[in-house]
């Protein structure tokens, strides 16, 4: 590989984005945050930055994700986010454009998909390739996807649960819900509003699912001390949460995820669905962390599941594979200008 061809693989996701460099490994893994002023809209902050910001912010400053659902919702403000990912993530006296792959969720449709691509370009790439997240989430597990067996990937992000059944390259069946870590998040807020009468930030929701959060009840319960501001007396007050409540205020979102998996295993072809319980299906994403999800998916589908290894960085590792074999992987790669 010549010095001059730099090449990056991007996990552009709605909560956080992680860069991969070939031969160096993730190089950079931030949320996908950006502060932008209102008088000017003049971008202020962006990555690890911005997101301390948010819901802190004087009302001149506003934080928001510029991905919504692993889709753009915000052209300038992604394509400024992208251009300091890139920067960052290759050093700034970096003069050769890099090429760059990014993945885009499977359900995208062409115009987000050339969205991506020409904000990367306009963000400083040389050519940018994409590629639904599913593949390279099969990419970074280590699944051999161009045998004729079947793979079922199920990737649970921050905006969207990609479900798919790959084979011989490419994907069978898939489908992809706007139903991910975030919802399960306001979920949680929303729980501890109607029964504590207790107002909870983002951010407190999210640590309560990482440290007392579950997919199926536990019999021995752990707990945590929420604090937050009081609905009634507008005061700052504090309560204790357990975890068989976050699993009950979570169903419907566990419900939903777990309906987009039994979806895509009945539009499986028979032959591949034996495949699949040999296989087991494989589990990616950041939220497919959360506490014995892999236990749930099995009680509900029947199909043994097994969580990645590294899971919040199994797409930005098949990026990086990608682009080291992009010849092996033309097939899957969609779309280049």
């Known amino acids: 590989m010549s010095i001059f061809s730099k090449k990056l693989g991007i996990d552009l996701g709605t909560t956080s984005t992680i860069v991969f460099l070939p031969g160096k490994g993730i190089v950079l893994n931030e949320p996908s945050v950006v502060a932008v002023s209102e008088q000017d809209n003049k971008i202020l902050a962006v990555g690890l930055e911005a997101k301390g910001m948010i819901g802190k912010t004087p009302d001149n400053i506003i934080a928001y994700r510029p991905m919504k659902d692993g889709v753009i919702a915000d052209y300038r403000v992604t394509e400024a986010m992208l251009r300091y990912f890139i920067d960052k993530a290759l050093g700034k006296w970096n003069l050769f454009k890099p090429e760059v792959m990014i993945s885009v969720p499977a359900g995208v449709t062409s115009t987000e998909r050339r969205a991506v691509v020409e904000a990367a370009i306009k963000a400083g790439a040389k050519n940018a390739y994409v590629v639904k997240e599913p593949i390279l989430a099969a990419i970074g597990a280590g699944i051999p996807i161009y045998e004729a067996v079947g793979h079922m990937v199920v990737d649970i992000g921050g905006g969207t649960t990609d479900v798919a059944v790959i084979s011989l390259g490419g994907i069978v069946a898939s489908t992809s819900v706007k139903c991910a870590g975030n919802k399960i ?140 074999h992009l010849d092996t992987y033309k097939r899957s790669i969609i779309v280049k200008r």
């Open 185 to 324: 998040d306001y979920a949680i807020a929303d729980y501890i509003k109607k029964t504590f009468n207790l107002a909870v930030g983002d951010q407190t929701a999210e640590n309560i699912k990482i440290n007392i959060g579950s997919a199926v009840p536990l019999e021995e319960e752990l707990s945590m001390l929420v604090k937050g501001r009081d609905f009634l007396s507008g005061l700052p007050r504090s309560t204790e949460i357990k975890t068989n409540e976050i699993v009950k205020a979570i169903g419907k979102e566990l419900r939903d995820m777990i309906k987009a998996i039994k979806d895509v295993l009945q539009e499986t072809p028979p032959e591949l669905a034996a495949d699949i319980i040999d296989q087991g299906i494989i589990m990616t994403g950041g939220s497919s962390q959360l506490r014995n999800l892999p236990e749930l998916v099995f009680r509900r589908t029947g199909v043994k599941a097994i969580l990645a290894e590294n899971p919040l960085y199994c797409v930005a590792k098949g990026t990086g594979i990608a682009l080291e």
